[in-house]
């Protein structure tokens, strides 16, 4: 599948223009090892090593839809990978300060690298599931790895007003914090890898 397929297929999916213009600026075959970059833009998961992927591009657009990215937020991705969706985040939300945080060394030192020129992303390599508390509270966070429930720490690490977007187990939950009480709305049937714990 070519670049311009996939963006062709995400707009007829319904996707806004401003998630769809950024999988149009952002290559995600700089995310790929090169034995994989020939299937970049395939509408399905990659392999990048240490037994992980790059997710499907429509799962990915699924996902940070659901965010309702603003401009001029903190925005936390837990399992950061290959770095493509740090990527795609910068493009749709302006001056953010973004933060990554991978736990496998050898995934946060890659992406690092490549996206070493976007000041305003930094990626630390650390057990996601604990957060970044030194940063908090953020305005969006997403966890782009499967958890086995709602990981608690990261919801108090979640301004007042904030969303986050998780994975637990095959499902995509969207969870906003009210000032008492959480709403959570709940996606079946989609398949990830789980997130990795110490």
Known sequence: MQKQTLITYLKTE???KKITNAFSKVKRELFIPKEHKELA??????PIGNN????QPYTIAFMLN???LKDNQKILEVGSGSGYVLALINAISKNSNIHGIEIIKELATSSKKILTKNKNIKI???DGNKGLKQNSPFDRILVSASAREIPQKLLEQLKIKGVMVCVVGNSIVKIKKEKN?????EYLGF???PLVEK
Do not use: C
């Open 14 to 16: 319904g996707f806004p």
């Open 41 to 46: 833009y395939e509408n399905r998961p990659l």
């Open 52 to 55: 992980q992927t790059i997710s």
């Open 66 to 68: 659901l965010l309702d």
């Open 124 to 126: 630390t390599q650390a």
């Open 181 to 185: 009480q959480i709403r959570k709305i």
């Open 191 to 193: 398949s990830f890898v």
